[in-house]
Nanobody
Framework: QVQLVESGGGLVQAGGSLRLSCAVSGSIGTINVMGWYRQAPGKQRELVATITKGGSTRYADSVSAKGRFTISRGSAKNTVSLQMNSLKVEDSADYYC??????????????WGQGTQVTVSS
């Protein structure tokens, strides 16, 4: 069974930094895209950043992530991190790791982690 476990959330003051990590376990085929999403109370879940198996990254303009956040994959390729700098109060949300894979049965699937809470105080 595939599991995604996020860590690194917490409480930080505005302007501070946090590093989120997501570790993937279980039998999976090919990881095509790893990404971070977030959901604030009363709002829809939104994209923060993604990274492909080839290393291409994408940052959501809507969260002003580019320049503040950096997504990266671990050397083992089954971990993904999100370095968040210059955090703002509006970055407060539950952050979720998402995996898009082509499984051993050649089907494309998505997997989500359970989320980690980030709270930025003013």
């Amino acid at each position: 069974q595939v599991q995604l476990v996020e860590s690194g959330g917490g409480l930080v003051q505005a302007g501070g930094s946090l590093r989120l990590s997501c570790a993937v376990s279980g039998s999976i085929g090919t990881i095509n895209v790893m990404g971070w999403y977030r959901q604030a109370p009363g709002k829809q879940r939104e994209l923060v950043a993604t990274i492909t198996k080839g290393g291409s990254t994408r940052y959501a303009d809507s969260v002003s992530a580019k320049g503040r956040f950096t997504i990266s994959r671990g050397s083992a390729k089954n971990t993904v991190s999100l370095q968040m700098n210059s955090l703002k109060v509006e970055d407060s949300a539950d952050y979720y790791c998402k995996l898009e894979v082509t499984d051993w049965d050649t089907r494309d699937r998505s997997y989500w982690g359970q989320g980690t809470q980030v709270t930025v105080s003013s």
